[in-house]
């Protein structure tokens, strides 16, 4: 999205929009954990049932911290999708996927968040880092409009094609902005492409 005059970016993209390589891999520590936050909220039946079968085993074998096509992601957050689950449980099992994450994905955030004075300010620009610790392609922006909100601008992720992942994105910002706000609101922005996403940080 294009920044205002009032605007100040904190993170930029990696390169030029049009430089930036589409995504092509996941972590597999992000799909382990919402596979195991869908069997906590009781989700996980259907979830195999919405799931070709051909991907089951491989689901059920994933092994933390490595790398898979973006394919299978795409396949399992498509079958979160045909799930068609409300909004609220959407964002609650994004936030539960960023709980249970805080170990092996954002314990340099965590650490961060134990220390005295420190803000949302402290912890966006490390959301690049973040970012590609997830995901191997694409590119991420942070830019500041206002003394307590900002905008998180994601290019070239075909996740976000899929309502679902979008949804619970949300999810997943609100468990990292827990640990430095009491109180956050995060809003997906429209966006021109179906695999960029854009979210309205504000908190207090």
Do not use: N
């Amino acid at each position: 999205m294009p920044v205002g005059e009032t605007e100040t970016v904190i993170v930029p993209f990696a390169a030029p929009r049009d430089q930036l390589p589409p995504a092509d891999g996941y972590r597999s520590t992000w799909l382990m954990s919402s596979l195991q936050a869908l069997r906590d909220r009781g989700h996980l039946d259907a979830y195999f049932k919405a799931l070709p079968p051909d991907l089951h085993d491989t689901m059920r074998s994933l092994v933390v911290g490595v790398w898979v096509p973006l394919s299978l992601a795409r396949a399992h957050y498509e079958a979160c999708d045909r799930l068609q689950l409300g909004t609220a449980e959407q964002i609650a099992l994004g936030r539960a996927v960023s709980d249970r994450a805080q170990g092996a994905m954002l314990g340099t955030v965590v650490r961060m968040a134990r220390s005295a004075g420190v803000t949302p300010w402290t912890v966006l620009p490390q959301y690049r880092r973040l970012f590609e610790r997830g995901v191997r392609g694409g590119g991420i922006s942070v830019v500041k409009l206002g003394p307590k909100e900002a905008r998180i601008d994601i290019v070239g992720c075909e996740l976000f094609e899929i309502h679902y992942f979008r949804v619970a994105f949300r999810g997943v910002l609100q468990g990292i902005a827990g640990l430095f706000c009491r109180v956050s609101f995060i809003h997906d922005v429209p966006t021109a492409a179906p695999s960029d996403a854009s979210y309205r940080f504000q908190w207090a």
